[in-house]
């Protein structure tokens, strides 16, 4: 199945402790069907001192479901994705506008 959501995109999420909450997706697993959001799922990792980093409580961003994320179209609201074929090339679609996300 094709990803709806890339690297990239701007996402809100839907549902969880961070719902409203707006983000940039840093990554995308689609085997694991997660995502991790900049400044979303946020939790506190406690690490080692090591030579070269200086270790403590650090705040890292968790991977979160893809079916709570929802991409951003342009006029700033939540919209479902769809695929259409346009001049032999596959396109993704804000379903709410009908404007193509990448050209």
Same mark, same amino acid.
């Given at each position: 199945m094709a990803a709806k959501l890339r690297k990239g995109d701007k996402v809100i @999420? +839907? /549902?969880g402790k961070d719902k409203g909450k707006e983000g940039t *997706? /840093? =990554?995308v697993d689609? =085997? /694991?069907?997660?995502a *991790? @959001?900049?400044g979303i799922n946020i939790s506190i990792r406690h690490t080692k001192q090591t030579q070269n980093s200086q270790g403590g409580r650090l705040p890292k961003a968790m991977p979160i479901a +893809? =079916?709570? +994320?929802s991409l951003i179209d342009a006029n700033g609201k939540a919209t479902r994705v769809g695929?259409? *074929?346009e001049d032999g090339k596959k396109m993704r679609f804000a379903k709410t506008t009908?404007? @193509?996300i990448d050209a």
């Open positions: @999420v +839907l /549902a *997706i /840093a =990554s689609p =085997s /694991a069907s997660k *991790i @959001v900049e +893809l =079916s709570n +994320l695929f259409k *074929i009908g404007d @193509v």
